[in-house]
């Protein structure tokens, strides 16, 4: 059981049945000496991020977290398929609940997924992705106009603005955190 000035950032507990990660924490001691616990943190099932004050009192269950190795097998437009690597067992999650990660998922890759009680509840996933340009307008010569970037649309539908040197075809390391290109793989 975690008191409320235990929740630190990144410890997982329960609040209303749910699992969180905190984000932010801030502790402030009143006068004679209780405190206020002001916590950002981040519900591990829905995304939502809440804000809340808690007094020193206040006492919260750990999350049951695990993370288990997957192999991301399919999705059918609403649910993606993965099967655990050394179960075999097959699972599935919302595209709701994988808040955009999907955009970064190539069947056959090997995922982390968090789950709650023994159930998955979302991907984890590595902060950087390899992935392939499907399309990408050509760069041309001394086109700096556009401030040396063109959009680039990979083979999982993510769009990213890269430099005007990369073309259709090209493998890349993109942050699976911003969105954003970094290198060519």
């Not at 004050?53 to 206040?58: E, R, V």
């Amino acid at each position: 059981m975690y008191s409320s000035s235990d929740i630190k950032v990144g410890k997982k507990f329960i609040m209303d049945d749910f699992p969180y990660e905190t984000v932010k924490y801030a502790q402030k001691v009143m006068w004679r000496g209780g405190s206020i616990i002001n916590v950002k943190a981040k519900n591990l099932v829905t995304w939502a991020t809440i804000t809340k004050t808690f007094s020193d009192h206040d006492k919260f269950e750990e999350a049951d977290i695990a993370t288990n190795s997957y192999d991301y097998l399919y999705n059918d437009g609403t649910n993606y398929f993965f099967m655990n690597q050394e179960t075999f067992e097959q699972v599935e999650l919302s595209k709701e609940s994988l808040d955009w990660a999907e955009l970064f998922l190539m069947d056959g890759d090997k995922v982390m997924l968090q789950e709650f009680n023994g159930n998955p509840i979302n991907v984890h996933l590595d902060p950087t992705a390899i992935l392939e340009v499907e399309e990408t307008p050509p760069g041309e010569k001394g086109d700096t106009a556009t401030g040396w970037k063109k959009p680039a649309t990979f083979t999982t539908g993510l769009v990213v603005q890269v430099p005007l040197f990369i073309k259709v075809w090209d493998r890349l390391k993109i942050d699976t955190r911003t969105k954003e290109y970094q290198s060519r793989a």
